[in-house]
């Protein structure tokens, strides 16, 4: 596995944090006149139903897969000929828990007014939330597989299929039109993206010599554990406000709340795109983690800073686009929401190092505190501030996280940096069998902790090369050390 030049690495991440982006935005754009056009289309009646059930796909299926698409970031790029094993338990985990969890909603009585209890109108349902499910889960898998640029694309395409269905289901009077012309192009996006990527990338991943370099699977069932229940929170953390504004003060206040609300979440979706292409190319190259951490930074900027003033700025303007009310009731709460968000940036970025150190339960720890500290302040701040009291809410609760973050994110940089720099391991030599002669140590162990990812090394005063082909293993020219040099990278 060639080491790329930092310059190449910054490349990599930039571009693909940019079409991880620019698919976000598009995707949302081309949704919206979705429904727009359906709008104009199909009765009332249909859209509602179509766009609960829509609502109801997307909750169950991103519970189903939560968390997984960091699991494929962190280990996917290393996991070499174990590349099939990974992608296909996480793909079967996130198929099962689809089926559980839609079965589930259904047999509590969710969704009654809405979702017929016909045979065809529940396995259409299932199989919507399963193929949202993949479908979603697969934009993770082509990232960590470096292929981020695959994913605007395909993201772009089934929307524009999904508008292109509206009417032509409408002429053949197809049931449930608006719904189908909503799932149905993920299936051909699915069987299209599994294919390529168990017929092509994988097959790519393999060629790399040596066994693959997965945790053991202790290890690695705790850290998905950790991702799922991470996710889990931060699911709430974007769900939960709208709900509580709604509950609190009413239908027409969480109207003005909720697009300030719907611009905040937008900019949490882009950092986490920066976050998933700097897990991924760190992974690829941990020798130039600050390199790639300054890029990330500068993009993060970009949206917090950045994204933060416009929002701040300009938000009574923004917002009377959407209509004069809008701006009247939500301009506090989007000012408030634009202030939090370089408090997220550093809590982000903390959750990036944890993915790469593979240390995420303190950061689901802390995510969880953070989420009781938001709906802690909600009810008594918006008993004096109205809707704007949930905004304020939050942004207490965003900076009681980066406080929190500071110190960890101090020092998993600082570990990081220095498991760049050199990796020592203290051998027992008679255990080995070391003699007077060199002693080959196989190297995949020390891959597989992540602390070892650049293609040269030198040892004992002497450089030794380790191109693809010689990855396995690792030559120690100083057997008589109670303290074997194993890896020094040779960082510019």
């Known amino acids: 596995m060639a080491a790329v030049s930092g310059r190449s690495a910054g490349n990599a991440l930039v571009r693909n944090a ?6 976000t935005v598009g995707s949302a754009a081309l949704g919206m006149a979705f429904w727009v056009v359906a709008a104009h289309l199909y009765e009332a009646r249909e859209v509602g139903h179509a766009s609960a059930e829509v609502a109801a796909v997307s909750l169950v299926a991103g519970v189903a897969q939560v968390g997984l698409a960091g699991v494929f970031a962190r280990f996917l790029p290393v996991a070499g000929r174990d590349s099939a094993r990974l992608v296909t338990g996480g793909y079967g985990l996130s198929v099962v828990g689809a089926l559980v969890l839609s079965g589930g909603f259904v047999a509590l009585g969710y969704g009654m007014d809405f979702l017929p209890r016909d045979p065809v109108s529940l396995t259409v349902f299932a199989v919507g ?36 269905l509206l009417p032509v289901l409408l002429v053949y009077g197809v049931r449930f039109g608006a719904f189908v012309a909503w799932a149905a192009p993920m299936l051909g996006a699915v069987l299209v993206v599994t294919w390529l990527v168990y017929a092509w990338l994988i097959p790519v991943q393999r060629r790399v010599p040596g066994p693959g370099t997965l945790p053991a699977r202790r290890e690695l069932v705790s850290y998905t554990a950790a991702q799922y229940v991470g996710g889990i929170v931060g699911s709430v953390v974007t769900l939960v406000p709208p709900v509580l504004v709604a509950t609190h003060e009413g239908a027409q206040e969480v109207a003005y709340f909720y697009f300030p609300w719907l611009f905040g979440t937008s900019c949490m979706a882009l950092l986490w795109n920066i976050t998933l292409s700097l897990v991924v190319e760190a992974i690829h190259d941990l020798a ?66 944890s993915l790469i150190d593979t240390r995420t339960w303190k950061v689901t720890v802390l995510k969880a505190a953070s989420a009781v500290v938001m709906v802690g302040l909600a009810i008594p701040a918006m008993d004096r501030y109205g ?89 120690a020219p100083d057997p008589d ?12």
């Not at 959407?322 to 939500?330: D, E, L, R």
């Not at 050390?481 to 510019?492: I, S, Y």
């Open 18 to 23: 940019f079409a991880l982006m620019f698919s």
């Open 129 to 164: 939330v399963v193929l949202y499910s993949i479908f979603a889960l697969q934009d993770g898998v082509l990232t960590a597989l470096r292929r981020a640029t695959w994913v605007p694309t395909e993201n772009i395409v089934v929307a524009v299929v999904r508008l292109i």
């Open 288 to 353: 130039r983690t600050k390199q790639l951490l300054a890029r990330a930074v500068k993009l993060g900027l970009l949206v917090t800073v950045g994204g933060g003033l416009v929002l701040g700025v300009f938000a009574p303007w923004i917002l009377r686009v959407i209509g004069p009310g809008y701006a009247t009731g939500g301009t506090v709460s989007l000012q408030l929401i634009a202030l939090s968000l370089p408090f997220i940036g550093v809590n982000t970025l903390y959750g990036a190092l």
């Open 387 to 475: 809707v704007s009291g949930m905004a304020l809410a939050f942004l207490a609760s965003r900076v009681f996280a980066a406080l929190a973050s500071v110190p960890p994110l101090v020092r998993c940089y600082r570990e990081l940096s220095a498991n760049a720099a050199t990796v020592v391991l203290k051998l027992d030599r008679e255990a080995l069998g070391m003699t007077a002669e060199t002693q080959v140590i196989a190297l995949a162990p020390i891959l597989a902790r992540g602390l070892a990812r650049a293609p040269e090394f030198s040892a004992g005063g002497s450089a030794v090369y380790l191109s693809s082909s010689h990855l396995g293993t690792f030559v």
């Open 481 to 492: 050390a109670d303290t074997v040099l194993l890896a020094r990278q040779r960082v510019p």
